[in-house]
């Protein structure tokens, strides 16, 4: 499927200062970053960024602190109004648009979650949620409903009437989440929103933010510092080093061709060598998607998968042998089509092979990175040993040229 440009950003700059175009006229003539400070007091927030994000993806900005992350995002409601340059909405450019018109692409279009929750502590945890929604003229009961329904999303039913101080940390977060898609938003902003969590419900919120990402496929653009949580969450990942954004691409692209020694740093010169095999980090974690021939009709399977909210499911024969993978799509093909010859490998997909645990992870990245379904790993006799998961997949390389690699210790 194409991809639809949904925020298509041109040539845009903030400059913070006395004199933004006296600022903008240095940059034209070649001088850089610091040199414009030393000469005008001004500083370039974020330089020429150009890029586009696209409808539905998970797009992590991602780069040290003062980079120009958080400028370069609040650009994009003009919660900073930018120097020069184009961001275009839906085809529509938000840099020209007057007050009302703003104001109206705000509430209706874009939502953003914070790091610091910024719940209010007077009001409870429904009124907090719905506090969008009254400020865009909504009514009480239509906005506890969206706000109920919110709250559900993340799981929070039955907290309406709690006060933010009886919450936890996560629960907090949680709340601010349910704030941002209580307006039901094409575009959700997140500013280090998971930063302040114990690593634990971090992890947490992230299957949040991706299981509700699976069900709503709204534009989320995640700013974070963090390289596990973007490998974790980023469909893309736009990298910034002093106000430019230097690369973007999937974190495959980026691991395999860093644009420069700054990427290189981030991904510590990760290099996908021939050292850690397919069968090191293969995982037999889905026993629930694992499925014997002799288990059970087509019909059955489709059931199960769908019961399980489980896409696919690997087949195996009585002695582990990997034989063929189904999803839920080619079950219901191949049942519609069913012919009285109909055999349970009609519905394999035809593109899901098994590799070798001796492969190297540099043979198999191709294969991880172009399915969207973890990939078996198998022994020279076929017997299936677990699978390798994308996300799996790019945290060993990153934690193995970290020096803590132990690969068992994932
Ligand atoms: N209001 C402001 N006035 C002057 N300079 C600013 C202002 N806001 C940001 N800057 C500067 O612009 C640059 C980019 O800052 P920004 O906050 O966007 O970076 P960041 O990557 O989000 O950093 P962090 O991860 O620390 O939040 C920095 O040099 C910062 O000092």
């Known amino acids: 499927m194409d991809s639809i440009e949904k925020i298509v950003i041109n040539n845009l700059y903030k400059i913070f200062g006395p004199d933004p175009p006296q600022a903008m006229e240095l940059l034209r003539n070649g001088k850089n ?6 000469d005008t007091g001004n500083t370039i927030g974020v330089q020429d960024a150009s890029f586009s994000i696209n409808q539905g993806e998970i797009f992590v900005v991602m ?12 650009m994009l ?5 930018p120097t020069s340059g184009e961001v275009l909405v839906d085809g529509e450019n938000v840099l020209t648009m007057n007050h009302a018109d703003l104001v109206n692409f705000r509430r209706s279009k874009t939502s953003m979650v914070f790091q610091s929750f910024a719940l209010m502590p007077h009001l409870n ?19 506890y409903e969206r706000s109920l329904a919110a709250l559900q999303q ?42 302040a969590l114990d690593p634990l419900i971090r992890t947490e919120m992230q299957d949040e933010l991706l299981k509700l990402q699976d069900q709503h496929q709204r534009t989320v653009v995640f700013i974070s510092h963090d390289l596990d949580e973007a490998l974790r969450i980023g469909g893309r990942i736009a990298i910034m080093e002093g106000g430019r954004v230097v690369q973007v691409g999937t974190p495959e692209e980026i691991l395999q061709n860093p644009a420069d020694d700054y990427v290189r740093a981030f991904f510590r010169g990760v290099d996908p060598t021939g050292v850690i095999s397919a069968g090191d980090i293969a995982r037999d974690n889905q026993p629930t998607s694992i499925w014997h021939t002799s288990q059970g009709s087509l019909r059955a399977i489709l059931e199960k998968l769908n019961d399980m909210d489980r896409e696919y499911a690997y087949i195996l024969d009585s002695q582990r042998r990997f034989r063929g993978m189904v999803s839920i799509d ?12 109909t055999k349970f490998e009609d519905a394999f997909l035809a593109d899901a092979q098994a590799v070798l645990e001796s492969d190297s992870l540099q043979d198999i990245l191709p294969l991880v990175a172009s399915h969207p379904w973890p990939v ?9 040993k677990g699978v390798v998961s994308k996300n799996r997949f790019l945290r060993t390389l990153y934690r193995a040229e970290n020096g803590n690699a132990s690969v068992q210790a994932e």
């Open 125 to 143: 945890i429904i009124d907090n949620v719905s506090f969008g929604l009254e400020l865009a003229g909504m009514n009480k009961q239509q906005r």
């Open 330 to 341: 080619s079950l219901r093909t191949t049942l519609e089509h069913r012919t009285a010859a």
């Open 376 to 384: 078996p790993v198998v022994n020279e006799a076929k017997k299936y």
């Open 33 to 38: 970053k610091q040199e414009v400070y030393e």
């Open 77 to 81: 409601n003009r919660l900073i109004e």
């Open 154 to 195: 993340v799981g929070l039913e039955g907290w309406e009437n709690a006060y933010p101080k009886e919450l936890s940390g996560g629960m907090q977060q949680r709340v601010g989440l349910a704030r941002g898609l209580a307006v039901d938003p094409d575009i959700l902003l997140m500013d280090e929103a998971f930063s």
């Open 63 to 74: 780069g040290l602190s003062g980079s120009g992350k958080s400028t370069l995002v609040r």
